[in-house]
Nanobody, 115 residues
Framework: QVQLVESGGGLMQPGGSLRLSCIVSRSIFSGARMGWYRQAPGKVRELVAGITSGGATNYTDSVKGRFTISRDNGKTTVYLQMNNLKPEDTAVYYC?????????WGQGTQVTVSS
C-alpha cells in the first residue's frame, strides 16, 4: 500500500520556480509534523523544511526566503514552493514525517537546476 507520493520535480533554469506536492495517507498525515528533505549526489539527506499540523514552519538556512512549505489538511497534501532556484538546490526531494520514518521514504522527485 502506497503511503505517500511525491511529484512536481523537473528541470529548471536558475532563478526559476517549482512547486512540489506530496499526497500522504490520512493515517500518517493527521496530526503529524511533515517535512521536505533532499539528497544531492554524494551528500547526506537533509531536512529542508518542516511544518506542524498547526502550520508552524521551519527552514534550513540555505532556503530561507526562497522556499515555502505548506499543507492542506483536507487533502492530506504537503507542498514545497521553491522560488529563485539555484544550482545547489539540485537534488532528489522527499517528503516524510519529522523526524523521518525509515519505512516511509518514497521514490522522491528529482529537481535539477541548470542553465
Amino acid at each position: 500500500q502506497v503511503q505517500l507520493v511525491e511529484s512536481g520535480g523537473g528541470l529548471m533554469q536558475p532563478g526559476g520556480s517549482l512547486r512540489l506536492s506530496c499526497i500522504v495517507s490520512r493515517s500518517i498525515f493527521s496530526g503529524a509534523r511533515m517535512g521536505w528533505y533532499r539528497q544531492a549526489p554524494g551528500k547526506v539527506r537533509e531536512l529542508v523544511a518542516g511544518i506542524t499540523s498547526g502550520g508552524a514552519t521551519n527552514y534550513t538556512d540555505s532556503v530561507k526566503g526562497r522556499f515555502t512549505i505548506s499543507r492542506d489538511n483536507g487533502k492530506t497534501t504537503v507542498y514545497l514552493q521553491m522560488n529563485n532556484l539555484k544550482p545547489e538546490d539540485t537534488a532528489v526531494y522527499y517528503c516524510n514525517t519529522v523526524p523521518g520514518m525509515s519505512w516511509l521514504w518514497g521514490q522522491g522527485t528529482q529537481v535539477t537546476v541548470s542553465s
